[in-house]
């Protein structure tokens, strides 16, 4: 794009050249070139057309295979800045359910880096004529209020270009028909509104139906030139530190449910159970250190570290909310740190408490300060394990729970090369040189059983983050 | 038999303190019945309930002439379901699914194997009958939803929002198989819906949810119900249509680009003047229909 | 001369022959044991079953192997049938773990459950026949190798001398099967019935029978009460049943060896019970529709 262009006409908001996505086989979007300005403009095709695929691409969550998709001049799969200036509403009817809907709103002012996110996600709401004092979880909500809400998490922020999948199905023709003055209200705000839709009678409301070159039919309203293109999105940068606080604390909020503290609580009353019992039993020393090295980190510590960590991005990859989180201007990489962090501080300060306390509860000399060591290097290298893990694999519950069953406890009775390869030998380690007592496993250099752990977390906090950038949202 | 399918007195149905049906009285006749409501008005509670999936809390509820919460199995045996989501196992084959679903009813194997081919070629599926359904889109799904529901000769077919998700054509096809099933089939549908539109073109008449009661309910007769008014289409900005209307006494409401005009003795020949005056272009001029649209805004209300 | 031929047969009702909700029960019980081994699915759904099931096999055919082709079989000690459970026991908890949620978790998350519901089940209907299902799988493997070899040694000649005793053997070991299959897949069913999702269903039944054997043992050791704790070991305790079936306890084993007969038969039974209504009890609130 030349600069005198620029200056004579304002640049298309959205440009598509030649752009085409496949997946293996099958061809979703083929060669599809348009620009579009400022104003309501509909996609229109059958169910299967592309429609999704190509607002995904606009709004980076999707890379075309050929050609090229560029908003507002920039490239919105590269360039996560420019992401600030798009608000997009997906097909989907997943949500974070964990969140209620002002919270959930909240959160998009928050990672857009709006000035006041309370006020605004409060504006936003009201907009989209739901409650922002309503504090029902988003699992309660009904078809349109989902429909609502994810039209306020994709406005909040002021963007320039709105995208909005199917945003009319599920609502009732009042709320049909009051949806369709609000973008067409925005639209003559100078925004450059884009709907796609498979009900014809819909888009018809939105304006006259007007030709597209390669098998689009597109609706467009009048088109309102306001934005110029320099004040666009000049003062955005995509800078976020190392750890999104606010990615954090939503995946904390995943990570809690009744189901898993239940689980929490259980196992930690087994540890001090298991304390109890080894106060009294005939050989306290022998029997603490194999009960705290045998449920401490063979059971307590790797498996709440999989239900924790790979659920922390699995979940969001599985339910596709992932791309509420995909769709702001913050860096990937601070994605996966705040997810490590946020399973980390969930389940290690808890497990190592409680193992800590449990051993100090037998009685037994070294044995706590070894114990509190040995859980917290189980847990941080199997929570990274498991993140990765998450990430990686559908299924990361069942390959999580087949590695630990038969890899770790299964093969690594088979010999001392096997027991070697099992993470759980390392941590394992400590406490048989704090108290003496000769695990089977646990044969390791002091160093090793501290350096190994550590790598391995942090090589699975390395996967994840390469892993995300390379994440294509379906 | 009788013509009245599904009859309910009174019927009541709360989740905890939520109050989803609060008395409803209605009678469903043979034919194809559309069960209209806004989302959460209780269209898939009192499914349910025909279904005897769950009891309710009072009133009389006769299904075929039956009570669900008597003699559910009995009575299900002779009713077919198609859910409203579109969650179906993804790794069967729709044939094997089917069939299977036609052996619950009843069918001895080799005749739910013959009638869930022939339902599934009756849907529109024979060639796609061998394809697991997590490789279907969501029109071939709603297909192989119908397909189970049919294919063991049920008496009464509910169907769960049987067009939800589909595009333009797909919906076509599907109410032009739905009408099939009821007119040429024998079999009585009972048919949730939250479009006006398609449960105008495929019901022979409606039930109206609202706010846990029945809002109307009656048969439907297209094409007689020419209300006053009219409506415009124009291809440009409607706003001085409207103020010169407004002007001259009439009323005129705004839909995106349709104007629905009220209040005037001569209608078409003002709007027409006024046109041609303000110098607009005109697309379209026809008398205004009571849509269902209007009979459901005002049984909401 | 016309020639007619029918080229749309159109709908045709169904007059035929129309079994009740009890076949029903039988179709769904088949069904889900097929789903369960992984029959009709994808590969990477039989890895599980077949290997396990494969391995619990093994010790089976490797004794008749060794009987057939040893000369003088029956001065071959090839151990107690009860014996041969403890090889295998690692198989079955694997397997039960791993591959019975699949009876009733995905039902659910696919609504399929609301399909069934809407059929001539009904709930209770619905978990006897998936709980048959269940028990009749994992008997395959509790039941089968056993039974594999008693019928290979009697046909040998080498399997119990005379019709009664042949057939106490029968029983035996169909008891001692049955009774395993029966409490591991009552527990499966209860844990299953918690969550929607199959993989979380497994690991908290996999957790669960691990922390059972390490509290039950423990506290078996240590406590006053002593031995009988040690019925809470959810792992030895169908096994030390299957001892009291033969008339023998375990005696290299775990505490609960040494507790009487009728508290482990009273346990084991109380306990599917328990299962199971737990199991009737999620199920009885669970709403499908909508």
């Known amino acids: 794009m030349s600069q005198a262009q620029t200056q004579a006409a304002p640049p298309p908001m959205v440009q598509c050249s030649g752009a085409s996505k496949w997946f293996g086989d099958l061809v979703a979007v083929s060669d599809v070139s348009f620009s579009i300005g400022a104003g309501v403009t509909a996609l229109l095709g059958p169910n299967g057309a592309g429609k999704s695929t190509l607002l995904r691409m606009m709004c980076g969550l999707a890379r075309p295979s050929n050609g090229s998709v560029t908003v507002l001049g920039n490239n919105p799969r590269a360039d996560v800045a420019v992401l600030g200036r798009i608000g997009m509403a997906p097909q989907q009817e997943s949500l974070l359910d964990y969140l209620s809907g002002r919270e959930f709103v909240e959160l998009a002012a928050q990672l857009h880096r709006v000035d006041n996110p309370v006020e605004a996600a409060r504006r936003a709401i009201q907009t989209v004529e739901l409650d922002p004092d309503d504090p029902r979880r988003l699992s309660t909500y009904s078809k349109g209020m989902r429909q609502r809400i994810k039209l306020a998490q994709a406005i909040v922020h002021d963007p320039l270009v709105i995208a909005l999948d199917e945003p009319l199905t599920g609502l009732d023709p009042r709320q049909r028909r009051e949806m369709i003055q609000l973008f067409h209200r925005l639209g003559a705000e100078g925004k450059c509104v884009i709907v796609s839709s498979h009900v014809l009678d819909e888009v018809e409301r939105f304006g006259p139906v007007t030709k597209m070159p390669r098998f689009w039919r597109c609706a467009r309203s009048t088109t309102i030139w306001r934005a110029s293109s320099d004040t666009w999105w000049a003062d955005d940068s995509a800078s976020g530190g190392t750890v999104n606080p606010h990615i954090y604390r939503v995946v904390v909020r995943s990570q809690i449910s009744t189901g898993r503290l239940l689980a929490l609580a259980g196992l930690s009353g087994v540890a001090i159970l298991l304390a109890f019992i080894a106060r009294a039993a005939d050989d306290p020393v022998e029997f603490a250190t194999r009960s705290m090295g045998t449920f401490g980190t063979n059971i307590f510590a790797p498996f709440i570290a999989l239900a924790l960590g790979s659920a922390a991005l699995g979940n969001l990859v599985e339910d596709r909310t992932l791309v509420y989180v995909w769709l702001r201007p913050v860096p990937r990489h601070a994605v996966a740190t705040a997810a490590f962090a946020a399973v980390l501080s969930v389940v290690g300060p808890i497990v190592v408490a409680v193992m800590t306390v449990a051993a100090a509860i037998t009685g037994v000399d070294g044995l706590p300060a070894a114990t509190a060591a040995a859980t917290a290097l189980a847990v941080f290298a199997y929570s990274g394990l498991f993140l990765a893990l998450g990430l990686r694999f559908k299924r990361s519950l069942l390959i999580g729970l087949g590695y630990i069953a038969i890899w770790e406890l299964l093969m690594s009775r088979l010999g001392d090369w096997f027991a070697r390869l099992s993470v759980r030998s390392y941590p394992m380690s400590i406490l048989s040189d704090a108290t003496g007592v000769d695990m089977r496993l646990a044969d390791r250099s002091t160093l090793a059983s501290y350096i190994v752990p550590l790598a391995i977390g942090l090589a699975g906090l390395a996967y994840t983050s390469w892993r995300l950038t390379r994440t294509e949202i379906d | ?301 | ?290």
Not at chain 3, 48 to 70: E, H
Request: with cysteine.
């Open chain 3, 1 to 290: 001369m016309t020639e007619a031929r029918i080229h749309d047969r159109g709908y045709l009702a169904y007059d035929g022959p129309r079994h009740g909700p009890g076949r029903a029960m039988v179709v769904l019980g088949c069904h889900t044991a097929q789903r369960v081994l992984g029959l009709k699915r994808s590969n990477w759904q039989k890895v599980m079953p077949a290997i396990t099931l494969l391995i619990s096999f093994v010790p089976a055919i490797v004794f008749i192997g060794l009987a057939a082709l040893l000369p003088d079989s029956s001065d071959l000690d090839l151990g107690e049938p009860t014996e041969y459970y403890g090889l295998i026991v690692w198989m079955v908890f694997l397997f039960t773990s791993f591959v019975t949620p699949e009876a009733i978790c995905t039902d659910r998350r696919s609504g399929l459950l609301g399909l069934y519901l809407a059929s001539p089940l009904d709930r209770d209907a619905y978990l006897a026949a998936k709980f048959a299902a269940i028990v009749v799988v994992l008997g395959i493997m509790t039941i089968g190798p056993t039974l594999l070899v008693l019928i290979a040694f009697t046909l040998e000649g080498s399997g119990p001398d005379g019709a009664i005793d042949w057939l106490v053997e029968f029983g035996r070991v169909l008891a001692s099967g049955l009774a395993m299959a029966a409490f591991w897949g009552a527990l499966s069913l209860a844990v299953s019935s918690l969550t929607t999702r199959r993989a979380l269903a497994s690991v908290a039944i996999f957790v669960s029978l691990l922390v059972s054997a390490a509290v039950g043992d423990g506290l078996a050791q240590v406590a006053e009460a002593g031995d009988s704790f040690g019925l809470l070991n959810m792992i030895a305790l169908p096994l030390e049943a299957v001892y009291r079936i033969y008339g023998e306890s375990n005696e290299n084993g775990p505490p609960i060896a040494e507790v009487g007969t009728l508290p482990i038969l009273s346990t084991l039974i109380g306990l599917i019970a328990v299962f199971l209504w737990f199991a009737r009890w999620r199920y009885q609130r669970i709403e499908v529709n909508g």
């Open chain 2, 1 to 301: 038999m009788s013509d009245i399918v599904v009859s309910a007195r009174g019927v009541h149905k709360s989740y905890g303190s939520n109050h989803v049906l609060q008395g409803l009285d209605c009678d469903v006749g043979r034919g194809i019945t559309g069960l209209l409501g806004s989302n959460g008005a209780g269209k898939s509670t009192f499914m349910g309930l025909v279904l005897g999936l769950r009891p309710r809390q009072g009133g009389t509820l006769k299904v075929l002439g039956v009570d669900p919460d008597q003699s559910g199995p009995e009575l299900r045996a002779r009713l077919g379901y198609a859910p409203e989501h579109h969650d179906l196992p993804g790794d069967v084959q729709a044939a094997d699914l089917v069939r299977h679903i036609a052996q619950l009813h009843g069918l001895p194997r080799r005749a739910a194997t013959e009638r869930a081919s022939d339902a599934l070629w009756q849907v529109g599926l024979g060639e796609e009958r061998f394809r697991p359904i997590g490789t279907m889109s969501t029109g071939q799904r709603q297909r192989v939803k119908m397909a189970q529901a049919l294919a063991h000769d049920p008496d009464l077919l509910l169907l769960d929002e049987p067009t939800d998700g589909l595009d333009p054509v797909q919906r076509d096809d599907m109410l032009a198989l739905i009408r099939r099933v009821g007119r040429e089939f024998g079999i009585d549908i009972l048919l949730s819906s939250h479009l006006l539109e398609e449960v105008e073109r495929v019901c022979d008449s409606v039930v109206i949810l609202a706010n846990g009661v029945v809002g109307h309910s009656g048969p439907l007769h297209q094409g007689d119900s020419a209300a006053s008014g009219i409506k415009v289409e124009l291809d440009s900005d409607p706003r001085a249509l409207v103020a010169a209307l407004v002007a001259h006494g009439a009323t005129a409401a705004t839909d995106g680009h349709i104007l629905t005009v009220t209040g005037h003795d001569a209608l078409p020949d003002l709007v027409r003047d006024l046109v041609a005056d303000l110098g607009l272009g005109l697309r379209r001029l026809e008398p205004r229909r009571t849509t269902l649209e209007d009979v459901f805004i005002e049984a909401s209300q």
